[in-house]
């Protein structure tokens, strides 16, 4: 699960599922006993009912016992009316066990269902040897009329007060109208739960959205201030100092921390390069005077070239240090004025043929007829021109060629440097424009190709203080072609 909202959700679900399911199954339970209960309640009543209206009519009539055609004995008419109206399954059986009343439902049964009710219908107390009267006591139970009858839930009981002519009372209700009850609540149960259950999912991702909303919030604006150059800003802080305050103070308090050890590294290699330029110029001068007296041994003479051309170096990478290093604090100023960008391709023509002449390369330079004025800083874009026409040349074997050209299309004015060198792996693309990033880490300052690694960072850093963008396109062993792209709204008057 991807998110804690959604996380939240499943609990909250699960949470509510079970404790609904609970709840229905101590319901469901609970329900049940008590209409086992009523059940139980309802058939002790027809059975005292009975009993009642029989020691009754004993009172009144006496003889309540009669002979039917087949000489068998039967309750006697009136009566059987009166009891016929008695619900569920009643049975009448005489002293001796013989079957006396039957109502309509019990009736109802075959016979050989009948026949176990009126096994179960025995008086009490006829199977312990009749004795004692009407001293039996009552049984109650449960029975399931096989094969496939109902089930009864049923109860004996002795009559004692009708003058001896009766054995036993049975009455017996089907346990099906309980269990249909008990199966009407499982399903109420069950349609509640379904209607109910997703409104309340939703109700409870709404919740665990509202809940979180302020850490999406927060997750928003760290990523712009992580983003650029924006580590001043700070979080808002809420108004309540629950955990998302004060997760929120403590983002704050790193990003303090952070930009001020930001801006400490960057105070510091700005106060360095800056420092060392004064000493640095001292040197060079002293080189040069040296250099200058007549009659140097020649050792000595190549000594001091050797020096100056170091000096010479490390006076670049000073300056190209502090350039990142005021750009970084942004305290880096471009002098934007109209210029005509043919202007800059022809001051830097020189400078190109002659680094292309050395490394043997031929260069041509390509330009529209019209002028393409643009709002830039003169000497930063002939900069960027220059370190990539250096870079082109540099990673060019002889008798190759680099090619460098302006052109204005409709998505702004394009500057294209291609050559047909070394190329770069598709794997280094990624890393070219780091700082201090070279191919090859190995071939150092002095090497074959000299460079510290330095020339695309400020590249970009240029384009981009221009509103521009520098991407590059490169394959191996064919060449590589850098496009700085300057919107159309950098365009000067
Ligand atoms: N035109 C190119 N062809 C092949 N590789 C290139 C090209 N331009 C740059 N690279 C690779 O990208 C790396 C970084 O270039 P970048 O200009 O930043 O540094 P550099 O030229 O090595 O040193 P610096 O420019 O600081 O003197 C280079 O070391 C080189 O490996
Ligand atoms: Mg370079």
Redesign the pocket.
């Known amino acids: 699960m991807e998110s804690i909202r959604g996380r939240l959700t499943v609990w909250y679900a699960t949470a509510l599922i079970l404790s609904v399911a609970v709840f229905a199954i101590v319901l469901y339970v609970s329900r049940r006993s008590a209409t086992y209960q009523d059940l139980e309640s309802r058939i002790q009543s027809e059975a005292d009912l009975t009993a009642g209206i029989l020691a009754e009519s004993y009172r009144a009539r006496g003889v309540l016992v009669e002979q039917d055609t087949a000489g068998r004995p039967v309750l006697i008419p009136e009566i059987a009316a009166v009891l016929e109206v008695v619900p569920d399954f009643l049975l009448l059986t005489s002293r001796e066990g013989r079957l006396l009343f039957a109502s309509p439902d019990a009736r109802a049964l075959t016979f050989a269902e009948f026949d176990q009710l009126n096994a179960l219908a025995a008086p009490p107390d006829s199977a312990a040897g009749g004795g004692g009267g009407g001293g039996g006591g009552r049984v109650a139970g449960q029975y399931r009329v096989t094969p496939n009858g109902p089930t009864l839930h049923y109860v004996v009981r002795p009559v004692p007060d009708a003058g001896g002519q009766f054995g036993a009372i049975f009455a017996g209700a089907n346990t099906q109208t309980a269990d249909l009850r008990a199966a009407q609540l499982v399903s109420t149960i069950i349609v509640a739960f379904l209607v109910g259950i997703v409104p309340a999912v939703l109700v409870g991702r709404w919740i665990a959205g509202r809940a979180l909303e302020p850490v999406d919030r927060m997750i928003t604006e760290v990523r712009e201030i992580t983003d650029g150059r924006s580590l001043h800003r700070r979080l808002a802080l809420p108004m309540e100092k629950d955990e998302l305050g004060r997760l929120a103070g403590t983002l704050n308090q790193m990003m303090a921390r952070l930009e001020r050890s930001f801006t400490a590294l960057r105070r510091f290699t700005a106060d360095a390069s800056h420092e060392l330029k004064t000493p640095l110029t001292v040197v060079r001068a002293g080189v040069e005077r040296a250099i200058t007296r007549p009659n140097l041994p020649q050792e000595t003479l190549a000594g001091l070239e050797e020096t100056l051309q170091e000096v010479n170096r490390m006076t670049e990478l000073l300056e ?1 240090l502090l350039t990142l290093a005021r750009a970084d604090e942004g305290r880096a100023d471009l002098h934007r004025e109209p210029v005509d960008l043919r202007t800059i391709m022809e001051e830097a023509e020189e400078t190109a043929e002659l680094l292309a002449e050395q490394a043997g390369v031929t260069v041509e330079l390509r330009m529209p007829d019209a002028p393409v004025v643009l709002a830039v800083d003169r000497s930063r874009l002939r900069q960027l021109i220059l ?2 026409v ?3 040349v ?3 074997p002889r008798g190759g060629h680099v090619s460098v050209e302006l052109e204005v299309s409709d998505g702004g004015v394009l500057l294209v440097v291609a ?1 047909t ?4 792996a598709p794997g ?1 693309l990624p890393h ?2 780091d700082r201090f ?4 880490q190995a071939r150092t300052r002095t090497g074959e ?9 400020i ?1 970009k850093w240029i384009a981009e203080a221009h509103g521009g963008t520098i991407d590059v396109q ?1 394959r191996p062993g064919r ?2 072609t ?1 496009t700085v792209r300057f919107p159309h709204g950098a365009m000067g008057p």
Not at 421 to 424: E, K, L, P, S, T
Not at 437 to 440: C, N, P, S, T
């Open positions: 190209s370190n990539l250096e870079n082109a540099k990673y060019t050559d060198g070394i190329g770069i280094d070219i424009f990033w070279r191919v090859d190709r000299p460079g510290v690694g330095l020339g695309l960072a590249s490169s060449g590589t850098f």
